[in-house]
């Protein structure tokens, strides 16, 4: 009996394929957005310490809000470069609409109109929360252009 060696029986491997794991603006993204439903999260603590009497929970309120404001402009342009480099637009449409929410949440609790600004406020939780979730449960790779071929 002959011995055949299975590595020449084996037919050649595909090149690799390119990585399927986040890119790094999906990875800044990931970080901001975290980041955004942290302090979002802690907005209405700030606003429940206030309204039980603290009323240094209203300054807690108000630099929560300028930060999240930030935040929210910061996420946008993470958004924008996801959008260049991953090809996704969802997150930048996502992250414009909670960025012009929170601007009507924003002046709405200047003006002092809580009929507006507390459903906003809950409104935009659960945006932060679900944009979140989304932006973790798949990866965000790059897209790789397709080889050219001159036939």
Same mark, same amino acid.
């Given at each position: *009996? @002959? /011995?055949r060696s299975t590595l020449a029986a084996a037919p050649a491997a595909d090149p690799p $394929?390119? /990585? $399927?794991?986040?890119? =790094?603006s999906g990875w800044v993204l990931r970080a901001t957005a975290t980041l955004f439903l942290i302090c979002g999260f802690a907005q209405p603590v700030f606003a429940g310490v206030y309204l039980t009497g603290d009323f240094d929970g !209203?300054?807690?309120h108000v630099v929560g809000a300028d930060l999240l404001s930030s935040l929210s402009i910061v996420q946008l342009g993470a958004a =924008? &470069? =996801?959008w260049i480099r991953v090809r996704r637009? #969802?997150?930048?449409?996502?992250?414009l609409a909670l960025l012009l929410g929170g601007v009507a949440q924003y002046f709405a609790g200047l003006d002092g109109a809580l009929w507006?600004?507390? +459903? !906003?406020? =809950? &409104?935009?939780?659960a945006g932060i929360a679900i944009t979140f979730a989304a !932006? #973790? *449960?798949? +990866?965000? +790779?790059?897209r790789v252009? @397709? &080889?050219g071929t001159d036939a």
């Open positions: *009996m @002959e /011995r $394929a390119p /990585r $399927a794991g986040t890119a =790094v !209203l300054t807690w =924008v &470069a =996801v637009a #969802w997150p930048f449409w996502a992250s507006l600004h507390l +459903p !906003l406020g =809950v &409104a935009l939780i !932006l #973790w *449960m798949r +990866p965000l +790779p790059r252009k @397709e &080889a």
